[in-house]
């Protein structure tokens, strides 16, 4: 869609979201007071634990894919796919059901002290919306910045490369294999993803970032530990970010990934509600694959 062949809806929305976004970094002072009213999340996790579903969750992949090969040895490619996915998606379901039994356990207040409040399902739904259009322009200029250095470097034949699962949509017309591809990647994926990287490793690590500052600041300075305790936030956001950047195997759409992991930890610690992250990743997804469906 144009307006005077000049103006895009895709102009419109870069720039509504860079307009979203500057108030953001005015109000909050560049984003060092963004998030001074985020309340840590108690639990009693140990270190290891996040890993724990990680592994459940590739092993558990792994060891269908296994039998799958013995059982499903001549099928048709489009049928692989659809097997692959089929797998993919049970391991991860797998994955969830971890999960949830561990937050259960080791978060005060249970799911909801995770951030699995049904409650704000509504409300989380139509921020996400507005978070992901703040950080749109960040992530297209990732993107942006991405392929400019990749044809600096690689020359004018450089593109970043696809999404294995897009790629998927495009290879096979089957609807069966299609709507398998779409609900992995727009239901599934995204609440694993944010339930593991988010949920127990952002957790995790901003926990014992707080163990740690408390060890450095007496215990009667009450104001300064609350000041460390939100100042956590933070640091947390980014190494979280970090490991779900490159669990991706793609490395060309790592620094986007990034922004959006950012945006998402944000959410989570702001909101304190574990579906906002998720219902951005998932309108993420469900962008991306709409595209490649109209391409």
């Known amino acids: 869609m144009e307006f005077d062949g ?22 909050t002072s560049l984003g060092r007071k963004s998030l001074a009213d985020s309340v840590p999340r108690r639990n009693n ?6 890993f724990v579903p990680l592994f459940i969750w590739f092993g558990t992949a792994t060891l269908i894919a296994l039998i799958a090969q013995v059982l499903f040895s001549n099928l048709q490619d489009w049928q692989n796919d659809f097997l692959d996915n089929f797998i993919l998606g049970i391991s991860e379901i797998a994955g969830i059901a971890v999960i949830l039994f561990l937050a259960r356990i080791h978060f005060a207040r249970g799911l909801k002290g995770f951030g699995l409040n049904i409650k704000t399902i ?4 139509f921020a996400a919306f507005a978070n ?14 991405t392929v400019y250095f990749g044809e600096l470097f690689w020359g004018r034949e450089y593109e970043m490369q696809q999404h294995q699962q897009l790629k998927l ?10 709507m398998l591809i779409v609900f992995v990647a727009v239901i599934i994926v995204p609440s694993l993803e944010e339930m593991l990287f988010r949920g127990l490793f952002q957790t995790t690590i901003r926990s014992y970032i707080e163990a740690f500052r408390s060890l450095l600041v007496p215990q009667n300075e009450a104001v ?32 986007a990934l990034f922004v959006l992991g950012v945006c998402m930890g944000y959410s989570y610690e702001k909101s304190g509600s574990l ?3 998720i219902f951005i990743h998932s309108i993420f997804n469900a962008i991306s694959v709409i595209a490649t469906l109209n391409q």
């Open 6 to 27: 000049i103006i895009t809806v895709d102009n419109l929305i870069f720039f509504a979201g860079l307009a979203i976004f500057a108030c953001w970094v005015r109000k």
């Open 45 to 50: 996790m140990p270190l290891y634990l996040p």
């Open 122 to 125: 509504a409300r989380d739904f």
């Open 132 to 145: 992901l259009l703040a950080v749109w322009p960040l992530i297209v200029s990732a993107m942006g910045l």
């Open 169 to 178: 949509i495009t290879e096979h017309s089957q609807l069966l294999s299609r």
């Open 224 to 255: 300064e530990k609350r000041t460390a305790d939100r100042n956590s936030a933070w640091p947390a956001i980014v190494i979280s970010s970090g490991l779900f950047t490159i669990t991706h195997s793609n490395a060309g759409h790592w620094p």
């Open 275 to 277: 579906f906002r992250p």
